[in-house]
Nanobody, 115 residues
Framework: QVQLVESGGGLVQAGGSLRLSCAAS????????MGWYRQAPGKQRERVVV???????NYVGSVKGRFTISRDNAKNTVYLQMNSLKPEDTAVYYC?????????WGQGTQVTVSA
């Protein structure tokens, strides 16, 4: 049973920064990829960014240049550094770990950006 625990969410003013963490109960190299998704009220879940085992990243256009995904394999932890935050970034952010036949999800952490 793989567990992913997000932390670091909170309330921040527009233009501010937050750093989200995702602590996994298993080695990150055992997964095909790690990623962050978000879901705002009344909207579909959106893929924010994915990082492969080889380090390749793919960001949704709205966060390019502002968000950065990184990982610390020794700590089994994935991070999402979010800079220049905008009110439209407000959402619950979820960490995901992709295995061959199953995707694992964290419980989510709320990010609220005030105007």
């Amino acid at each position: 049973q793989v567990q992913l625990v997000e932390s670091g969410g909170g309330l921040v003013q527009a233009g501010g920064s937050l750093r989200l963490s995702c602590a996994a109960s298993a080695s990150l190299v055992s997964f095909n990829a790690m990623g962050w998704y978000r879901q705002a009220p009344g909207k579909q879940r959106e893929r924010v960014v994915v990082i492969t085992n080889g380090g390749l990243t793919n960001y949704v256009g709205s966060v390019k240049g502002r968000f950065t995904i990184s990982r610390d394999n020794a700590k089994n932890t994935v991070y999402l550094q979010m800079n220049s935050l905008k009110p439209e970034d407000t959402a619950v952010y979820y960490c995901t770990a992709r295995a061959d036949l199953y995707d694992y999800w964290g419980q989510g952490t709320q990010v609220t950006v005030s105007a």
